[in-house]
């Protein structure tokens, strides 16, 4: 039976004032059928009550994924039941005021569910309600349930589309439903895709099996993805014997040949090894640029530090290797239980490669191959480690010197192929030197081998890369960099310039700053440009570009942060949602909407009501009416509010219009206080304000009265 609505309604609209809606978590109801293979049923119950309250207005919903998290955090997963101690604390973490849960009964063939409405702080149950039916009508039995609660807090629906989503023909089906989300749950995404695809096949009209499909299908893709960057036992056993092998200190050259051949192949199974472990402390979602994730760098730095160790020490004794015996060959070798291990660990089939070229490419690239695969750090080595910069330029500069003293030495028949050892390091130095920045020192470089080699085969190359470097040719990236600068030095006046410049110049911090870069990027846009009605749109997107490379460097802070700037600079809330919903979803925005614009307070001085689309403002031309209008997107309500100015700066509201839910248009008084006054196009409004509006039913007169309401809103 129903508890009084008066008193769930109070209940709900007791809720914090800075929250527009209550907010509420569907905790998994008991399972008090008397058979445990109903324990599962919980789950899935738990997924429709929140799938369908979420198609009501008045009342914010916590996802079941989050809810778990909890339940794993506060290790619940094995218990049946709530008490009222631990719905109080499930609550808390999850930022709930009210919490639903209730108890599972069944007598075959009825079923009857027993839902209870919880207090979270004081764990005090302030409503329930009840429903009995057939097994087999248990769509009916939910939505019934549902029906019973959300009419006790005057809750409208928003979306009937929404609610047709939890339409699971039977009770089997949203048993074989709830097993696969508990296999999900559980991180057994294979099983739980296998079981999901099942109970979509024998359902194909259950919306919410279907969606849920596709999640586990991304969870599956994403799990894969990380599943072959563990550090595998397979992997840690080769990181265990390497160590091993590599603590023999003796002497090199006083090796035979197998023993040399054994000590680079455990050298190159070490570098494999290390760069599988620094990708722990790395993000992993864009596979070819992986950024040293916030809080890891100490971990990160040892790692890159002991794989510059490993390859130097092999970079010296391959050469030595090659000085002992100039025709020996670069086959590795392995034993072949290692040979296994390395197959298993997924870091590929072992050789040994160019590690000089590969110690250069780590260092300024931050380019490295852990077997399979192949990814560039950032911040790079070199950034990270400036003395190792400076040794690999050293070490470059003394081969490619060594490589010039041989040409003239050179036999006419081995001639040709000195000459290109010698281009090609001429080459490689100039590359080096365009990548850090030092385009002159790489001009220089260029011209030496036209210089040294008036006729070879790289002339029209090195002639090339001369007449990009200088300006005579069109390079893409220097253009990019001048609109930048532009953009900088002119005060961002043209925001083609800031579109044009911004994403290849962050980029390029990007790899060699790491996050740092995001925070940079933006300090020196802010230092330099004013921001305008003309390039705000411009500005809104460096920031749109932030958040977006933060969330996909697993920084949702940071990602919550710049598009918490987007939206004041001029970004779109609603294209903002879309880019966390559809490219960035594992980073939720939180609080962001409601902390750029809002409008809400209460209703009759008991319900909270929130206005949450068209926040704007204006102003007229002459400066006397100032307008706050706000808007619905679920409902054609909305509200104005038409203040005149009393003074320099200041205004007094006049008139409120309100259009309600069922498009009646009231006329009431209201009293405003502009707590900030947007000084142009594109900035807000803020303040707080009341409004009272008389409406007759029946014959008879009553008042409806806004209070406590707050404001900030875009002036248009």
Same mark, same amino acid.
């Given at each position: 039976?129903?508890?009084?609505?008066?008193?769930?309604?109070?209940?709900?609209?007791?809720?914090?004032?800075?929250?527009?809606?209550?907010?509420?978590?569907?905790?998994?109801?008991?399972?008090?059928?008397?058979?445990?293979?109903?324990?599962? /049923?919980?789950?899935?119950?738990?997924?429709?009550?929140?799938?369908?309250?979420?198609?009501?207005?008045?009342?914010?919903?916590?996802?079941?994924?989050?809810?778990?998290?909890?339940?794993?955090?506060?290790?619940?997963?094995?218990?049946?039941?709530?008490?009222?101690?631990?719905?109080?604390?499930?609550?808390?973490?999850?930022?709930?005021?009210?919490? /639903?849960?209730?108890?599972?009964?069944?007598?075959?063939?009825?079923?009857?569910?027993?839902?209870?409405?919880?207090?979270?702080?004081?764990?005090?149950?302030?409503?329930?309600?009840?429903?009995?039916?057939?097994?087999?009508?248990?769509?009916?039995?939910?939505?019934?349930?549902?029906?019973?609660?959300?009419?006790?807090?005057?809750?409208?629906?928003?979306? @009937?589309? $929404?609610?047709?989503?939890?339409?699971?023909?039977?009770?089997?089906?949203?048993?074989?439903?709830?097993?696969?989300?508990?296999?999900?749950?559980?991180?057994?995404?294979?099983?739980?895709?296998?079981?999901?695809?099942?109970?979509?096949?024998?359902?194909?009209?259950?919306?919410?099996?279907?969606?849920?499909?596709?999640?586990?299908? *991304?969870?599956?893709?994403?799990?894969?993805?990380?599943?072959?960057?563990?550090?595998?036992?397979?992997?840690?056993?080769?990181?265990?014997?390497?160590?091993?092998?590599?603590?023999?200190?003796?002497?090199?050259?006083?090796?035979?040949?197998?023993?040399?051949?054994?000590?680079?192949?455990?050298?190159?199974?070490?570098?494999?090894?290390?760069?599988?472990?620094?990708?722990?402390?790395?993000?992993?979602?864009?596979?070819?640029?992986?950024?040293?994730?916030?809080? *890891?760098?100490?971990?990160?730095?040892?790692?890159?530090? !002991?794989?510059?160790?490993?390859?130097?020490?092999?970079?010296?004794?391959?050469?030595?290797?090659?000085?002992?015996?100039?025709?020996?060959?670069?086959?590795?070798? /392995?034993?072949?239980?290692?040979?296994?291990?390395?197959?298993?660990?997924?870091?590929?089939?072992?050789?040994?490669?160019?590690?000089?070229?590969?110690?250069?490419?780590?260092?300024?690239?931050?380019?490295?191959?852990?077997?399979?695969?192949?990814?560039?750090? !950032?911040?790079?080595?070199?950034? /990270?480690?400036?003395?190792?910069?400076?040794?690999?330029?050293?070490?470059?500069?003394?081969?490619?010197?060594?490589?010039?003293?041989?040409?003239?030495?050179?036999?006419?028949?081995?001639? !040709?192929?000195?000459?290109?050892?010698?281009?090609?390091?001429?080459?490689?130095?100039?590359?080096?030197?365009?990548? @850090?920045?030092?385009?002159?020192?790489?001009?220089?470089?260029?011209?030496?081998? @036209?210089?040294?080699?008036?006729?070879?085969?790289?002339?029209?190359?090195?002639?090339?890369?001369?007449?990009?470097?200088?300006?005579?040719?069109?390079?893409?990236?220097?253009?990019?960099?001048?609109?930048?600068?532009? $953009?900088?030095?002119?005060?961002?006046?043209?925001?083609?310039?800031?579109?044009?410049?911004?994403?290849?110049?962050?980029?390029?911090?990007?790899?060699?700053?790491?996050?740092?870069?995001?925070?940079?990027?933006?300090?020196?846009?802010?230092?330099?440009?004013?921001?305008?009605?003309?390039?705000?749109?411009?500005?809104?997107?460096?920031?749109?570009?932030?958040?977006?490379?933060?969330?996909?460097?697993?920084?949702?802070?940071?990602?919550?942060?710049?598009?918490?700037?987007?939206?004041?600079?001029?970004?779109?809330?609603?294209?903002?949602?879309?880019?966390?919903?559809?490219?960035?979803?594992?980073?939720?925005?939180?609080?962001?909407?409601?902390?750029?614009?809002?409008?809400?307070?209460?209703?009759?001085?008991?319900?909270?009501?929130?206005?949450?689309?068209?926040?704007?403002?204006?102003?007229?031309?002459?400066?006397?009416?100032?307008?706050?209008?706000?808007?619905?997107?679920?409902?054609?309500?909305?509200?104005?509010?038409?203040?005149?100015?009393?003074?320099?700066?200041?205004?007094?509201?006049?008139?409120?219009?309100?259009?309600?839910?069922?498009?009646?248009?009231?006329?009431?008084?209201?009293?405003?206080?502009?707590?900030?006054?947007?000084?142009?196009?594109?900035?807000?409004?803020?303040?707080?304000?009341?409004?009272?509006?008389?409406?007759?039913?029946?014959?008879?007169?009553?008042?409806?009265?806004?209070?406590?309401?707050?404001?900030?809103?875009?002036?248009?």
């Amino acid at each position: 039976m129903l508890a009084p609505a008066l008193l769930l309604a109070a209940a709900c609209a007791a809720a914090p004032a800075e929250n527009a809606k209550p907010v509420l978590t569907v905790l998994y109801f008991d399972n008090q059928t008397g058979s445990a293979d109903y324990d599962v /049923l919980r789950k899935g119950l738990a997924d429709m009550i929140i799938t369908d309250l979420v198609a009501w207005d008045g009342v914010a919903v916590v996802e079941r994924d989050k809810l778990e998290a909890v339940i794993g955090e506060l290790k619940l997963q094995h218990t049946r039941t709530f008490d009222q101690s631990t719905a109080a604390k499930v609550g808390k973490l999850l930022g709930a005021q009210y919490l /639903l849960t209730g108890t599972l009964h069944s007598a075959a063939p009825q079923l009857r569910i027993d839902a209870r409405l919880i207090q979270a702080e004081k764990g005090q149950v302030v409503a329930s309600a009840s429903v009995r039916g057939p097994q087999e009508k248990v769509f009916d039995l939910e939505q019934e349930l549902v029906d019973r609660i959300t009419a006790g807090i005057d809750l409208k629906v928003k979306n @009937l589309a $929404a609610r047709r989503k939890v339409k699971v023909p039977d009770l089997d089906v949203l048993l074989a439903y709830s097993k696969a989300i508990d296999l999900s749950d559980q991180g057994k995404e294979k099983e739980a895709q296998k079981a999901i695809q099942a109970v979509v096949s024998r359902s194909p009209a259950f919306l919410m099996a279907r969606e849920r499909k596709e999640q586990i299908l *991304k969870r599956l893709e994403e799990a894969e993805k990380r599943r072959a960057e563990v550090v595998t036992g397979s992997a840690l056993e080769l990181g265990r014997l390497s160590e091993a092998a590599l603590k023999d200190d003796s002497a090199f050259d006083k090796l035979d040949e197998k023993g040399q051949r054994q000590r680079l192949s455990m050298r190159v199974v070490r570098g494999r090894f290390l760069a599988r472990l620094l990708k722990q402390h790395l993000s992993w979602r864009r596979e070819s640029l992986r950024v040293v994730l916030k809080g *890891k760098e100490v971990e990160a730095l040892k790692v890159v530090r !002991a794989w510059l160790a490993n390859q130097r020490h092999l970079v010296d004794e391959r050469g030595l290797q090659q000085r002992l015996n100039p025709h020996v060959s670069s086959r590795l070798e /392995l034993e072949p239980e290692l040979i296994n291990l390395l197959q298993d660990a997924k870091m590929g089939s072992l050789d040994l490669g160019d590690p000089f070229d590969d110690w250069v490419r780590f260092v300024v690239e931050g380019r490295v191959r852990d077997g399979e695969a192949t990814y560039n750090l !950032a911040p790079t080595p070199g950034d /990270l480690e400036v003395e190792e910069r400076k040794l690999v330029l050293d070490a470059l500069d003394q081969r490619v010197q060594a490589a010039l003293a041989r040409v003239p030495q050179a036999e006419a028949a081995k001639r !040709a192929e000195v000459e290109r050892v010698a281009t090609d390091l001429l080459l490689r130095k100039a590359e080096v030197l365009v990548l @850090l920045g030092k385009e002159e020192e790489a001009i220089v470089e260029y011209q030496r081998v @036209l210089d040294a080699f008036p006729t070879g085969k790289s002339n029209d190359r090195a002639e090339r890369r001369i007449r990009l470097l200088i300006g005579a040719e069109h390079n893409h990236d220097r253009g990019c960099r001048e609109r930048w600068a532009k $953009a900088l030095k002119d005060g961002c006046a043209d925001d083609m310039d800031i579109r044009v410049g911004s994403g290849p110049v962050l980029q390029g911090r990007i790899r060699h700053q790491g996050l740092a870069a995001l925070a940079a990027h933006a300090l020196e846009l802010e230092k330099a440009c004013q921001i305008t009605p003309r390039n705000r749109s411009a500005v809104a997107s460096v920031y749109r570009d932030l958040a977006l490379d933060a969330a996909n460097h697993e920084d949702c802070e940071g990602f919550r942060s710049w598009f918490r700037k987007y939206v004041e600079a001029d970004g779109s809330i609603s294209d903002m949602m879309g880019y966390q919903k559809n490219w960035t979803p594992w980073c939720e925005l939180g609080e962001v909407v409601r902390s750029v614009l809002w409008m809400h307070g209460k209703l009759d001085r008991d319900w909270s009501f929130e206005f949450d689309r068209q926040l704007t403002s204006v102003l007229s031309h002459d400066g006397k009416r100032l307008i706050l209008n706000a808007g619905k997107e679920s409902s054609p309500e909305a509200l104005s509010l038409y203040l005149d100015a009393t003074g320099p700066g200041t205004f007094a509201c006049g008139l409120a219009q309100w259009r309600q839910r069922s498009n009646e248009h009231l006329e009431g008084t209201c009293h405003v206080t502009v707590t900030k006054l947007a000084s142009q196009k594109g900035e807000f409004d803020e303040g707080t304000f009341d409004a009272t509006f008389e409406i007759k039913e029946q014959g008879f007169a009553r008042k409806k009265v806004l209070s406590e309401g707050n404001f900030r809103v875009r002036r248009q």
